[in-house]
């Protein structure tokens, strides 16, 4: 399993009071629109919730739509908001077979022409930034501006951790009923979470664990052997690349410079416009654990990149 970093010092907050998640859950399912559609590989359900250009949100690797919910509030004011779990998460078939990024990327396409609109702007997390990164490479123009937060381009998965998603392919039961689980989230996570709100991170361990284990182990195949360096020849031999924003969490720095990961390096160098920030304090899980911060860099890079106009709205608590 991957070590992840620790903060170093408590990072100065310029969150407003939050309010409690469980009400702007609720509130968001009273107001987003609840779909469903068949995608090339299966079905995909998601919700679509505010007015503007189309704001599509990418998952991590466990976890659903859910995760991003908080982000997506403070969006709404401003954009439409799209998110979805994938096929991959949907499935009713039984298949043990691992799927590709490829696959993901089809299910993105789907959800664009159906819910997208024409000016998509794609925020990936994670797995989502893989995703949205080889979809970028495939946008011939569908993409107005792409945000990838912990962005990824190439990944390998240990023999031990290749072993254990090929064993969690065959088994029943969810990601819950793995001895260990709960401990291993919590140390993963914790150190990135509201310390004033530890319902937060009991909503995030729930909303994982309830993952099926064979639909955990089949997406996090996805990441063995993930190579997307011919995504970034596509963009570099492209004429016309639109604004990128890399986001860097805390979680992921590096010791001696924080915006130089593998990943961000190598986008750099073929997308020399792409910008790279960083959120300090925060962990793999930005758009929950600090929605206000990150809302905030992403509406500021998307109006100075003129995919928005400036909005005077203000936003609305998380």
């Known amino acids: 399993m991957t070590n992840m970093a620790l903060p170093i010092d408590p990072a100065p907050s310029d969150c ?69 779990d994938d096929s991959s998460l949907v499935t009713r078939s039984a298949t043990i077979v691992p799927g590709s990024i490829e696959d993901l990327v089809e299910d993105f396409w789907c959800v664009c022409e159906q819910h997208g609109g024409p000016d998509v702007t794609a925020l990936g997390t994670g797995l989502g930034s893989a995703v949205g990164l080889a979809a970028l490479a495939d946008s011939g123009g569908r993409i107005a501006a792409a945000v990838l937060q912990g962005p990824l381009v190439g990944t390998r998965l240990t023999t031990a951790e290749r072993w254990l998603a090929r064993l969690g392919s065959h088994l029943p039961g969810r990601l819950a009923h793995v001895p260990g689980f709960r401990s291993l989230m919590v140390h993963n996570h914790q150190p990135w979470f509201p310390p004033y709100d530890e319902s937060r991170l ?37 004429e016309s690349v639109p604004p990128v924003l890399l986001i860097v969490p805390e979680s ?9 990961t593998p990943a961000t390096t190598a986008i750099a160098k073929t997308v020399p416009a792409v910008r790279v920030e960083t959120l300090a304090g925060c962990g793999p899980l930005g758009c929950l654990t600090h929605p206000h911060r990150l809302t905030k ?17 203000p936003a609305s608590g998380a």
């Open 16 to 84: 407003p009071t939050p309010l409690s998640w469980q009400q702007v859950l609720a509130a968001f399912d009273e107001e987003a629109d609840q779909w469903e559609i068949n995608g090339i590989h299966g079905p995909i359900r998601g919700r679509s919730i505010g007015h503007g250009p189309s704001l599509v949100f990418l998952n991590p690797l466990l976890g659903n739509w859910r995760l991003m919910a908080l982000a997506a509030w403070l969006f709404r004011d401003q954009f439409r908001c799209v998110l979805y």
């Open 202 to 238: 009991a909503f995030a361990i729930d909303a994982t664990g309830g993952l099926p284990l064979r639909v955990a182990s089949r997406r996090a195949r996805r990441l063995d052997g993930l190579d997307l360096s011919g995504c970034l020849d596509q963009l570099a031999a492209s």
């Open 252 to 260: 992921l720095y590096d010791d001696q410079e924080p915006i130089q």
């Open 297 to 313: 860099l992403v509406r500021t890079f998307l109006e100075e990149s003129r995919v928005v106009t400036p909005s005077s709205l």
